[in-house]
């Protein structure tokens, strides 16, 4: 199949995803994560160059918007809450994962370090999908567990490092060009978007684009990650973001309409049926290793600082994608793991994206209107702000 029919199979895919999700009520990342599967299987179709591009960058366009949706006031007010909670959803799933592999399955210890580290994750992508598309990112429990998130992420990509990465030369100009861009886009968006913003060829996205590829050429030539730097960028530029409401909406429209389906078509279609069929043990108690210690160490923590929304919270907390594929991707691509150990954990990964997400949307989502952030920072007069 070409590549311009690939495109358009995807297109109509994406098309009919986002009918789905409205008729049925469920988040559309959930329903293209599935399309995804389906469609690359039942098609026989592998992920082409172009998608994988398209959709790395989209994973990176949706950390930068979510860490631009923590509260950081908030975040310093409840760092406790914020730090046991996203320890616990990284620590307890990543040891227990990393035990079962490696006495249940016979892995060796390299491949049960990347099972531990991939099954570890909560999903920036997905949760930030689900609160956006619920209006739950503009409460406290959304903000609340964005901030966990984070904290969860940060000790998968620091596991993944310490343990695995080696850094090129290259890692000096990416954390200075990081920490640059960190200090000083925030100082510099406020009279670049004045100058230049607010105009149909949409110079803010722009610059937000090409911060964000630059942040990903060094990152690969560094032999490590753009996401990290992307969400702390996001973070730092999230009080710009309460002012200009307009700028991160449009910002938002791009990334959903456009970036965000082949991110998650993608996951989908890195998928290999034949593999999870053929290991539907190994399946399961691979999903049961990362499940259930995020549900029994995360939820009494939940139940003491998400009340009444702590089974919404731990739900959430138990979902996986971006960090969790990228993880197996290197353990492949380092030849750590083979390709029936890759579509293994990608698929648990997948399905960890799925089956809790559609739970906790169908059983246990709170009603955004009741629960609105009211200690959020107050817009200066004369500014607009969305509702």
Not at 6 to 15: D, F, P, R, S
Not at 141 to 152: E, L, P, Q, S, Y
Not at 240 to 248: C, D, F, I, L, P
Not at 352 to 361: M, R, W
Request: proline residues 5%; positive net charge; glycine residues 8%.
């Amino acid at each position: 199949m070409s590549q311009i029919a690939i495109a358009a199979v995807l297109a109509g895919t994406i098309l009919l995803a986002s009918t789905i999700s409205v008729q049925i009520g469920l988040a559309v990342a959930l329903i293209e994560l599935a399309a995804g599967f389906i469609v690359g299987n039942s098609l026989n179709l592998s992920v082409p160059s172009w998608l994988s591009f398209v959709g790395s960058f989209a994973g990176v366009v949706l950390t930068f918007l979510a860490g631009a949706e923590v509260d950081v006031p908030q975040f310093r007010r409840e760092w406790q809450a914020s730090l046991s909670i996203g320890f616990v959803s990284f620590f307890a799933p990543f040891a227990l994962v990393g035990l079962l592999a490696y006495y249940g399955l016979g892995w060796n210890h390299r491949q049960a370090e990347i099972a531990g580290i991939a099954l570890s994750t909560t999903s920036l992508a997905v949760v930030y999908a689900v609160l956006v598309e619920t209006g739950l990112n503009q409460t406290l429990i959304g903000k609340r567990i964005m901030a966990a998130t984070f904290v969860t992420d940060f000790g998968t990509v620091t596991a993944l490092s310490v343990l695995f990465i080696k850094p090129t030369f290259w890692i000096v100009p990416f954390i200075v060009t990081a920490i640059v861009l960190i200090v000083g886009l925030p100082r510099i968006a406020p009279w670049f978007f004045a100058r230049f913003g607010d105009r149909v060829i949409e110079p803010e996205i722009k610059l937000v684009f090409a911060v964000l590829f630059l942040l990903m050429w060094l990152g690969a030539r560094a032999n490590s990650q753009a996401v990290l730097p992307a969400f702390v960028l996001g973070l730092v530029m999230s009080s710009h973001y309460v002012r200009h409401r307009k700028e991160q909406e449009r910002l938002r429209v791009v990334a959903f309409a456009f970036l965000t389906p082949f991110f998650f078509l993608k996951g989908g279609m890195s998928v290999s049926a034949s593999a999870l069929w053929g290991n539907l043990g190994v399946l399961g108690l691979l999903l049961v290793g990362k499940m259930v210690p995020k549900l029994t160490g995360v939820y009494p923590l939940a139940r003491r600082y998400c009340a009444p929304h702590a089974a919404f919270t731990t739900l959430l907390m138990s979902t996986g994608l971006t960090f969790g594929t990228i993880s197996a991707l290197y353990g492949l691509n380092a030849h750590i793991i083979d390709r029936t150990q890759f579509s293994l954990l990608v698929g648990t990964v997948v399905l960890s994206a799925i089956i809790p997400t559609a739970i906790a949307q169908r059983f246990y989502q709170p009603k955004a209107e009741e629960h609105r952030d009211l200690t959020a920072p107050v817009a200066p007069a004369g500014v607009t702000r969305s509702p």
